[in-house]
């Protein structure tokens, strides 16, 4: 069973940066996508950053200029970096891959706490 597994997160101050990485466990193929999303509590699930099999990327408008998404498709790998972190930032952050044949696959999250 194909498990993407995430790394990177923690409590940071406001103002900090964390770097949210993820790969699979094994190889799942022709991926179309890779991306984050992350949900607050009381919140729905929400989508972060998201880059593309032709290294096209997508942020959330909260997110942009603060956030860089990068990752090698081919090997099932994708990274997050995050600055200047805001209170509002927190959440657990999950990390998806998307195949060309619409499979999804989710990382079980990690949390990401900004906190003084």
């Known amino acids: 069973q194909v498990q993407l597994v995430e790394s990177g997160g923690g409590l940071v101050q406001p103002g900090g940066s964390l770097r949210l990485s993820c790969a699979a466990s094994r190889n799942i193929g022709s991926l179309y996508a890779m991306g984050w999303y992350r949900q607050a509590p009381g919140k729905q699930r929400e989508l972060v950053a998201s880059i593309r099999s032709d290294s096209r990327t997508n942020y959330a408008d909260s997110v942009k200029g603060r956030s860089t998404i990068s990752g090698d498709l081919a090997r099932n790998t994708v990274y997050l970096q995050m600055n200047s972190l805001k209170p509002e930032d927190t959440a657990v952050y999950y990390c998806?891959?998307?195949?060309?044949?619409?499979?999804?696959?989710w990382g079980q999250g990690t949390q990401v706490t900004v906190s003084s």
């Open positions: 998806n891959a998307v195949l060309y044949s619409a499979v999804a696959y």
